[in-house]
């Protein structure tokens, strides 16, 4: 985590959070700088905090700071434990806080008796970040060299690759503007920004905030986007007879860009959407693509986008609607009389909490590319609403 990242998160009491070491965390002397540090690569004298503590001034609770990582979530320990695996791949074991380092220790060896499940709800697993590696960095000229296998897959990738809710998102997005991103997944949207939201008018700031639920994906996004720490292997999936994730990225493919020069300006942290630690009105613009219809209440994506955004700022929302028939449900009976489909739904959702719809893309073609004979195609519903001034 970046130190002036600390600038632009709150705790989830909306208390101001400090930087402890971990002899600060222990209750033994003053709060100072964290442990370990890693020089960027950049031209700022920015320095990247691998390990310590955030602790809120207010209720005292605290929050890890793992392999440049920030872990701000309701229930520390919780994440911790549930998302090992993930955590496993690139932190090493005496690093864990000692409060629940037994518990993740033999949660891991649990792990370990398993056979590994080849499912894609698994955001830790490499399969997965896989999948979301390919679909958020490589162009089309690079895809070209993946499909050639397929010709079908081929015209499909020629035709709708570029065209994507990341392109069409990215263009919306002025070039002065602040950015918290909701569900940054492995960085793919800054990777389309950065370029442009770095290079302003002097002695201006640009933001950029990325918060994912998954610890294995903001690992990669601070990896590629920072150069920062990663143990694992970056993998796309190919013929998966030969394995789940079955052929690496060569080493200076076009989209490592390592984007160095956006020092001081970006940052991506572990977050819940429904719990987000980002500070109240502090961005210009708050986006998510393709999250509402994973969680349990959608409205609270809403809300989270609305908290974030200052007077007169933009929300940008994105997704093909693919919901779970719980969620569904429970979205139907609140729905008012005469919507009829999920993009009317979702857009009745930002308008009744206050927020006035200036554009809209009803049909954005996304194409995910799943392995060397699977490609999905989804018809993407997109809009930008604004905040009252």
């Not at 911790?80 to 955590?87: F, P, S, T």
């Not at 500070?279 to 994506?301: G, H, R, Y």
Request: glycine fraction near 8%.
């Amino acid at each position: 985590m970046f130190r002036a990242t600390l600038d632009h998160l709150v705790c989830l009491c909306q208390g101001q959070l400090s930087l402890v070491s971990e002899s600060a965390e222990k209750g033994s002397g003053p709060v100072v700088p964290a442990m370990a540090t890693m020089p960027r690569a950049s031209t700022h004298a920015e320095e990247d905090i691998l390990y310590g503590t955030l602790q809120c001034v207010s209720c005292k609770e605290r929050f890890p700071i793992l392999e440049g990582v920030a872990i701000v979530v309701p229930d520390v320990r919780g994440y911790v434990l549930h998302h090992a695996k993930g955590i496993s791949k690139s932190v090493p074991e005496e690093r864990i806080p000692k409060a629940y380092r037994r518990e993740y220790r033999a949660y891991l060896e649990e792990l370990r008796t398993l056979e590994e499940e080849h499912i894609e709800e698994d955001l830790e697993s490499e399969r997965v970040n896989a999948l979301y590696l390919m679909n958020h960095y490589m162009p089309a000229s690079e895809m070209m060299t993946v499909a050639a296998a397929s010709p079908l897959l081929k015209e499909w990738i020629e035709r709708y690759w570029d065209q994507g809710p990341m392109e069409l998102v990215a263009g919306w997005i002025p070039e002065k503007a602040s950015v918290l991103e909701l569900g940054c997944g492995v960085g793919g949207l800054y990777q389309r920004l950065c370029r442009r939201l770095n290079h302003r008018l002097p002695g201006i700031s640009p933001v950029y905030l990325g918060m994912d639920s998954s610890f294995h994906s903001v690992l990669i996004a601070r990896h590629l986007n920072f150069g920062g720490p990663f143990a694992g292997r970056l993998a796309h999936p190919a013929d998966l007879l030969f394995g789940n994730s079955s052929r690496g990225f060569p080493e200076g493919i076009s989209w490592k860009m390592r984007a160095g020069d956006g020092a001081n300006t970006a940052d991506f942290v572990v977050a819940e959407i429904d719990a987000s630690p980002a500070k109240k009105e502090s961005f210009d613009v708050s986006v998510s693509l393709n999250a509402i219809d994973m969680l349990e209440d959608p409205e609270t994506l809403v809300y989270a986008q609305s908290h974030s955004v200052k007077p007169g700022g933009d929300v940008i929302q994105s997704g093909p609607y693919i919901w779970h028939e719980r969620i569904s449900k429970k979205l139907r009976g609140r729905l008012p009389k005469g919507i009829a489909d999920s993009a009317s739904a979702v857009e009745w959702l930002y308008s009744k909490n206050g927020l006035e719809i200036t554009n809209r893309e009803l049909h954005v073609p996304w194409l995910f590319f799943k392995h060397l004979r699977q490609i999905e195609l989804y018809s993407v519903h997109a809009f930008i609403a604004r905040k009252g001034a």
